[in-house]
Structure formats: C-alpha cells, structure tokens
C-alpha cells in the first residue's frame, strides 16, 4: 500500500512540475514580447501646448480644452482651438429664420471648434490619420489623410505635422498629456 501512495506521490508531483513548466514556457514568450513592445499610443490625450513655426508662427501654451482619443486603430479629436474662452450666441428669436446677425454670432461661437474622427495606423514613428467624420468636409477621405511624426516618452505625445510639399515651409508640434 506504501508503494502505491509514493507512486501516487511521485506522479502528482510530475503532473505538477509538468504544469508549471508548460505555465512558465507559455507565459515567458508573452512576457518577453510585452517587454519588447513599443508604447501605445491608445487611450485619451488632451493638449496642452501648441506651437506653429513658419508662415503665422504662434505659440499657444495653455489651450482651451481639447480631448484626443485614440483605441484599437481609431481616433476621435474635439477641440477648442480659440485663444480665450469661447461665448455663448445669443439665442436666435425664430431658430427657423435666424437673422444674419444671429447666424454670424453662432458662426463665431463654432468656429473655433475642431471635430473629426476616423481611422489611424502606426508605422514607426508616424502616424497617419483618415477622417471618415468632420466639422470641416474637406478633412474627411483620403484628401484628407494626416501624417504626422510622433514623439511617445511617458505620459506625453508630441505630434510634428509639416505642411504638405509645395506649401510655404510650416511646422505645428502639438504637445499632448495622457487623461488619467
């Protein structure tokens, strides 16, 4: 009897070292291929500083709120892009038949704000981004395809777009902060 329970002491031993070999040699690769991943640059970013060189340089170092979000090859980026806090319009007496007045005031209140979304793909370091939905049609489609180098150092992006080819020589470097 004292046999039987030791060989049933060895094998449940076995079965044991043989689950944790095979736990340690299927989890060593995906450690190891974590471990050499690049940064993703996936989650929620909001700007904090802009700065445009070249033609109309600007330096804007406290913008108004922005929300960039990036997930599984997507994005969606709103933004404010006025120097000082935006203002209500007045609302219009009739909404059906604003006035001119009414329709540059509201004008006015959205100018200011950016809103697209769409595809992105990462290679290397740039970023290109295909609209498929924007405030500004001309943004939407391959026309509007944005490439953009990228800089990922922790919890701050940098994104270098320059003016396309033929275009006065243009630099805006968007500093973003990575929304806890």
């Known amino acids: 009897m004292n046999s039987h329970r030791n060989c049933a002491a060895v094998t449940g031993r ?23 991943k690049a940064p993703s640059i996936d989650g929620v970013w909001e700007i ?21 979000t990036f997930s599984h090859g997507h994005y969606v980026y709103v933004a404010d892009t006025s120097r000082t806090p935006r203002t209500a319009a007045t ?20 100018g200011p704000v950016i809103a697209q979304g769409g595809a992105y793909t990462v290679k290397g370091a740039t970023l290109t981004r295909v609209a498929s939905v924007a405030k500004n049609v001309a943004a939407i489609g391959p026309g509007g395809q944005s490439e953009s180098e990228f ?14 080819a033929g275009q006065p020589a243009r630099e805006q470097r968007l500093t973003l902060a990575r929304v806890k």
Not at 48 to 68: C, D, I, K, R, W
Not at 99 to 108: C, H, I, N
Request: proline letters at 10%; aromatic letters at 6%; charged letters at 15%.
């Open 14 to 36: 076995a079965m044991a070292t043989g689950l944790a070999l095979a736990i340690v040699a299927w989890t060593a690769p995906q450690a190891a291929l974590g471990a050499g």
């Open 151 to 164: 800089k990922l150092t922790g919890g701050t992006l940098v994104l270098i777009t320059k003016s396309p």
């Open 91 to 110: 609302p219009a007496k009739d909404p059906a038949n604003p006035t001119d007045a009414e329709k540059l005031a509201k004008y006015q209140e959205w």
């Open 48 to 68: 904090t500083n802009v700065t445009v060189t070249g033609a109309n340089p600007m330096t804007t170092p406290s913008p108004e709120a922005s929300l960039y």
